[in-house]
């Protein structure tokens, strides 16, 4: 059995920065993708950004296209999400998910393996 694990989430101000980490533990294969989607209260989950395990191929959404960076670590087995100029739309429970086979896509519904979840809140 894969288990996603997040963390790094927590209460910052509009501007700050934060980090979060996604490992995978369990069962081990190779991923073809990890992507991070957020939710906030009342909305639909949305891509936030993904990654290629290659590390060739990425996606971002425009709301965060130039403050979030994804990176991946193989040795850790480990995705992390940069974010810096915070603000408080970006406030929601942050998701990693991991897809086996198949691109960085921004789509919920191709991801196979959901992480549990953490909590980002940005006050401003």
């Known amino acids: 059995q894969v288990q996603l694990v997040e963390s790094g989430g927590g209460l910052v101000q509009a501007g700050d920065s934060l980090s979060l980490s996604c490992t995978a533990s369990g069962r081990t294969f190779r991923w073809d993708a990890i992507a991070w989607f957020r939710q906030a209260p009342g909305k639909e989950r949305e891509a936030v950004t993904a990654?290629?395990?290659?590390?060739?191929?990425?996606y971002y959404a425009d709301s965060v296209k130039g403050r979030f960076t994804i990176s991946r670590d193989y040795a850790k087995n480990t995705v992390y999400l940069q974010m810096t100029s915070l603000k408080p739309e970006d406030t929601a429970v942050y998701y990693c998910a991991g897809r086996q086979f198949g691109t960085a896509s921004p789509r919920t519904r191709e991801y196979d393996y959901w992480g549990q979840g953490t909590q980002v809140t940005v006050s401003s």
């Open positions: 990654i290629s395990w290659s590390g060739d191929s990425t």
